[in-house]
């Protein structure tokens, strides 16, 4: 009998799909690299093009034999440019530009935006960021039909570049008819997550919850925090979404940037104490859009999102329109790989109780189940589960071992799929103790998670296939098929 196989890389790995990506031979390299999780960017690209992504995706797992995960990223209320009549333009330190009412050309010292109420709701003495901060502007006049400001920091400008406005309380909603047309492209194409964009409050969050219930879905939501008004709201947004990305990108816009790191880690820590699954995104490997090979920084960043225990790290423009996809999933593979070995000899302490939640049957047992596999050695943690939430709460204890997640649903094993450690595995349900347990070692011998003789904890139902039913642990030695 071989020896089983090394458990999969615990970090998850989330690529954009993009032109760079999307052909099928360049998607079975990203796989093989180590892809996870593929993120669909509906800020680009149109319908038919992020269709047939999606299909091509979706056949290299199967050819390939894996579960991938696909999740969909709704634009949200993204403040754009207009487009510039004459080409791009180029703006200096003390110019005056003005930044009109209506949706007209822009020129070099006249900017249109994709806000409508951006006149009415811009103050003197506030700053208006383009292009994630390159060009800053500050107001200081204000008329019914445009804000006049001063430029502080010049640059180039061009057709729809990003706009912040990170002094000003807005009104513009959190959903746009853009996202809802996007959101119902992704319920027919079956998307495992949507994420949501510029969250500013809970009620963002539960207005997307009514959509996609408006809708007769169940798609689970993950909320983005890159704007500051977020940061207020972190334990109920994270309470009630079924994830959180940091996305450090517009969130170090909108803030001073010495502070993102402080807030990733503690967002991080939040999100593995509740047991919600965390994401760390934007310019994990930047350099590598354009070189074959990241910067030193670049790897001490994605290194350190894997000593915060993030269940996920995401890769963007490296992907979706990069030279290197397949070097960059690559990268970012053998670091996580490297720092989890030495996470491995050198562990970072469960959460103390009163951060770990017991406050329901399936967190005792989970809770219990984690214990008794460090205490044990287990060889894993194998999980029957109806909603992945069992899944979720031994994953927020992220184990030295897999945790495998034995479902019949394929939606399910797609959705924990993004789970720090996880390992979906398709098992059908028994009646009789003895064929599940027969049904677990096949599986798992089959797969080389695990050998004839390995001590493993099962953690069960007594009524397997009911959301909620958790409520038993079994140590286990595998046996022979």
Known sequence: MPAPASPPPRTRLIGTIGPASAPPERFLALLDAGLNVVR?????????????????????????????????DLCGPKIRLGRFAAGPAAIAPGETIRIARGDGPCTPTSLTTSYAKLVDELLVGQHVLIDDGLVRLLVMEKSSQAVTCVCKTGGALSDRK???????????????????????????????????SFVRRPEDLYALRRAIQQRGADIPVIVKIEKPEALGHLDELIENSDGVLVARGDLGV?????????????????????????IIATQMLQSMVENPGPTRAEVSDVANAVFDLADALMLS??????????????????????????????????????????????????????????????????LWTASGASVRMIAKHRLPVPVVGLTWDERIARRINLMFGVVPLHVEPAAEPEEMFRRIDARLIARQLAAPGDLI?????????????????MVHHVQPA
């Open 254 to 278: 909108e803030m001073e940037l010495w502070r993102v790191p402080l807030f990733q880690k503690d967002i991080a820590a939040r999100c593995r104490a509740a047991g919600v699954p965390v």
């Open 317 to 382: 423009a490296e992907t979706a329109v990069g030279r290197y996809p397949e070097l960059a999933v690559d990268v970012l593979a053998r670091v996580s790989r490297e720092t989890e070995g030495y996470l491995a000899r050198h562990p970072i302490a469960d959460p103390s109780p009163d951060r770990i939640s017991v406050a329901s049957v399936t967190d005792a047992v989970t809770h219990a189940a984690a214990q008794a596999a460090r205490e044990l050695n287990a060889r894993l943690v194998a």
């Open 40 to 72: 669909v960017n509906f800020s680009h690209g149109d319908v038919a093009a992020r269709t047939a992504a999606v299909q091509n995706v979706r056949q290299a797992a199967a050819a390939r034999g894996v579960t991938l995960t696909i999740i969909g």
């Open 162 to 196: 990003g706009v912040n406005l990170p002094d000003s309380k807005l009104t513009m909603p959190s959903l746009t008819p853009k996202d809802l047309a996007d959101l119902d492209w992704a319920v027919a194409n079956d998307l495992d997550y949507v994420a949501l």
């Open 457 to 473: 904890i099962v953690v069960t139902a007594t009524r397997i296939g009911q959301v909620g039913a958790t409520n038993a642990l």
